[in-house]
């Protein structure tokens, strides 16, 4: 699965992984610490900061959660900002909204 990741996609995970190799050495955190804080292994942590995309989700949530940065994982894709998304509810809307029978029928009263 992961052979058939694009090189531009390993390159930005490798940049992921140095950017958290980077905050936990901000920290003066060591990698066997933070294994701990998020319930890892220090092999998982390497991992981790190498960009390996086998690494689970969770394991960057927690590794988010001991920075105190998890709000920028829940901030990847907001609603609002995804465009694909917004275009697609648009091309959905109904092209005629049509009174239900019930509604007519309480309208007569």
């Known amino acids: 699965m992961h052979e058939e990741m694009s090189p531009a996609m390993r390159r930005r995970l490798k940049t992921l992984g ?5 905050a936990r050495r ?8 933070l294994a701990s ?7 998982t942590v390497k991992r981790l900061e190498a960009g390996d995309p086998g690494v689970a989700i969770g394991t960057l949530a927690m590794a988010l ?3 105190g940065k998890i709000d920028r994982l829940v901030n990847l894709l907001p609603e609002e900002a995804d465009d694909i998304g917004l275009w697609i ?7 005629r909204i ?3 029978k019930r509604d007519r029928e309480v309208a007569l009263f």
């Not at 509810?89 to 092209?95: H, W």
């Open 18 to 22: 140095d950017d958290i190799r980077t």
């Open 65 to 67: 959660l001991a920075y």
């Open 26 to 33: 901000k920290r003066r955190i060591s990698q066997a610490d």
């Open 98 to 100: 049509r009174k239900r």
């Open 89 to 95: 509810d648009r091309e959905n809307l109904p092209q």
């Open 37 to 43: 804080r998020i319930g890892v292994s220090t092999g």
